[in-house]
C-alpha cells in the first residue's frame, strides 16, 4: 500500500495526529449539524421573514443541492490545485457566509447565505476523507481516524435539533448559523497546525475539464431537485420528469465527454476499478436504504400513529444511540473481519433494517426499532469501510477526488430514496397527507404506499449490495 505523498513522514499514532484531528472533526461537526440545528428554527424563520413554505424548503435544499452539486467538481480541484488550500479558502467562504446570516432580513437573501454556505461545504467535505486517510499509512489508523471523525459528527446530527431548540428559547435564530464561525476557527487553526502542506508531486498535473465539470454537475444537480419536485408537484406533474430528463441527458452527455477528451475531469476507467465501484455501490446501497427508512418512519410515528413531535423524537432514539455508542466498537469490528467483509457486512445491515421494516413495520414499535438498530449499526460501519475501500482503489493523486464520489454517491441516494418514496405514497394515498385525522380508507392506502415504496426500495438497495460483493470479489486486472 502506498504512503501518503506529503513532505512528513506518516503519523504512527492517532495521538500523534491529534491537531489534524481536531480541525477535521471540526469540519465534519459543521456539515452534520448544518441542516438539523436550522430545521427547527423554520417556523420560526417562517413568521420573522413571512416566508412561504417553498421559500422555507429552499432554505434548506438551496444547502443541499449546492453543497452536492459541486462536490466531485472541487474534490477534483483539490487534487490540482492542494487538498490544504482548498480546505482553508472553504473554511474562510463558511465563515464569511455564516457572519452575514446577521445582515439577513429577506428569504431570498437567506437562501443565498445557504447556498454559498453549500458551496463551502462543497469546498471542504470530501477534503475531511482525503486528508485523514493520507495522515497515515496503516490500515488500522486509517480506518480509526475517519471513525473517530464520523463519530463527531454523528454527535452534531444528534444534538442539533436539540441544540436548536434550546438557543431558540432565549436568542435569536440567526445564532444557530453564527455558531459556525468559531467552528471555523477551531477547523483553520487545527488544519493550518496539524496537516503538512501538500507535497507538489503528490498532485493531479492534468489539466481540469471544465466542461465536463458543468455536465457534471448539472446532472448532479437536476438529480437532486427532482425529487422535491417530485414530492411537490407530483408525479402528474411535468417539471419533475423534465429535471429527470435532464439530468439523464446532462449525466449521459458528461459520460460521454468524459470517454472522449484527452483528459477528463473524472477518468471512468478508475471509476470502474474493482475496490472504488464496489465501495461506492456499498454506500450507494445504504444511502438508499436509510433515507427511505427515515422518511418513511418520520411520517408513519407523527402522521399514522399520531405521536407528538417530542414522543416521535424519542422514538428514534434507538437510532440515536447506536450511531453514537457505536463509534468505539467499529475499529475493532474492522480489524477482526478485515475491510472488505465490513463494508459488504454492514451495509447488509442497512438493507436487512429496511427489509424488517418492510415486512413487519406495520405490527407494532419494537419491529420499527428493530429496524433503526439494524440500519444504525450498519450506516456506522459502513461510512468509514467503504470510504477507505474506495481511496485504496485510486492513486495517491486523486483521494480528494474519491472522496469527493463518495459524499456524492451518498446525497444522489438519500435524494432518490426520498423521491421513490414520496412519489409513491402521492400515487397512492388519496387527499392531504398532513392533515391528520385520516379515514380508515387514508390509512389502509398509507399502509399500502409504505409497504410498496419500501419494498421497491429493499430491492434496489439489495440489488446494488449483490452488485458490489460481486464486483469486489473479482481479482483486479
Known amino acids: 500500500m502506498a504512503s501518503p505523498t506529503t513532505t512528513h513522514r506518516p503519523f504512527r499514532t492517532l495521538r500523534e495526529a491529534r491537531t489534524a484531528l481536531v480541525g477535521l472533526s471540526a469540519v465534519f461537526l459543521f456539515e452534520m449539524m448544518s441542516n438539523t440545528v436550522l430545521n427547527v428554527a423554520l ?35 483539490a487534487d490540482r490545485l492542494g487538498r490544504r488550500r482548498v480546505m482553508i479558502a472553504g473554511l474562510v467562504l463558511l465563515g464569511a457566509a455564516s457572519l452575514a446570516t446577521a445582515a439577513v432580513t429577506s428569504t431570498g437573501a437567506l437562501v443565498a447565505v445557504r447556498a454559498v454556505m453549500g458551496l463551502a461545504a462543497a469546498m471542504t467535505t470530501p477534503g475531511t476523507m ?61 488544519i493550518r497546525r496539524g496537516v503538512p502542506p501538500d507535497d507538489p508531486a503528490g498532485l493531479h498535473r492534468a489539466p481540469a475539464d471544465l466542461p465536463g465539470g458543468v455536465l457534471g454537475t448539472a446532472a448532479i444537480v437536476l438529480t437532486l431537485v427532482a425529487p422535491t419536485l417530485f414530492v411537490d408537484s407530483g408525479a402528474r406533474s411535468w417539471t419533475p420528469w423534465a429535471a429527470l430528463a435532464g439530468a439523464v441527458l446532462a449525466g449521459t452527455l458528461f459520460v460521454v465527454r ?130 477507505v475501500n474506495v481511496l485504496n482503489g485510486l492513486p495517491a493523486d486523486r483521494t480528494s477526488t474519491g472522496a469527493a464520489l463518495i459524499d456524492t454517491a451518498a446525497e444522489v441516494t438519500a435524494a432518490t430514496g426520498v423521491a421513490v418514496a414520496g412519489t409513491v405514497l402521492a400515487a397512492l394515498f388519496t387527499g392531504n397527507i398532513t392533515a391528520g385525522h385520516w379515514t380508515t380508507h387514508q390509512t389502509h392506502r398509507f399502509h399500502e404506499a409504505a409497504t410498496v415504496s419500501a419494498t421497491l426500495l429493499t430491492l434496489a438497495s439489495a440489488a446494488l449490495l449483490a452488485w458490489a460483493i460481486r464486483r469486489t470479489r473479482t481479482p483486479p486486472e
Open 43 to 77: 417556523p420560526t424563520i417562517g413568521r420573522e421573514l413571512d416566508a412561504p413554505t417553498i421559500a422555507l424548503q429552499w432554505v434548506t435544499n438551496g444547502y443541499s443541492v449546492v453543497f452536492g452539486g459541486l462536490m466531485l467538481v472541487f474534490g477534483v480541484l
Open 130 to 190: 482525503a486528508m485523514a486517510f493520507r495522515l497515515f499509512d496503516d490500515e488500522g489508523l486509517r480506518v480509526r481516524a475517519i471513525t473517530l471523525i464520523s463519530t463527531v459528527g454523528m454527535v452534531g446530527l444528534a444534538i442539533g435539533p436539540t441544540v436548536g431548540g434550546l438557543v431558540l428559547s432565549f436568542a435569536p435564530w440567526q445564532v444557530l448559523l453564527l455558531v459556525n464561525v468559531p467552528i471555523v476557527l477551531l477547523a483553520i487553526a487545527g
Open 258 to 387: 468524459e470517454r472522449t477528451v484527452p483528459h477528463p475531469l473524472l477518468d471512468l476507467s478508475l471509476v470502474a476499478r474493482p475496490k472504488v465501484s464496489g465501495g461506492l455501490a456499498y454506500k450507494a446501497a445504504a444511502g438508499l436504504a436509510n433515507a427511505g427508512l427515515a422518511y418513511l418512519v418520520t411520517l408513519q410515528l407523527q402522521l399514522d400513529w399520531g405521536w407528538p413531535p417530542a414522543l416521535a423524537s424519542l422514538g428514534m432514539l434507538p437510532q440515536v444511540v447506536v450511531l453514537i455508542a457505536g463509534g468505539p466498537f467499529v475499529h475493532r469490528f474492522v480489524e477482526r473481519v478485515g475491510i472488505d467483509r465490513a463494508a459488504w457486512m454492514s451495509a447488509g445491515s442497512v438493507v436487512a433494517g429496511l427489509a424488517v421494516y418492510t415486512v413487519s413495520g406495520n405490527l407494532g414499535y419494537p419491529w420499527v426499532a428493530l429496524a433503526l438498530v439494524l440500519v444504525a449499526a450498519g450506516m456506522r460501519v459502513v461510512g468509514a469501510a467503504a470510504g
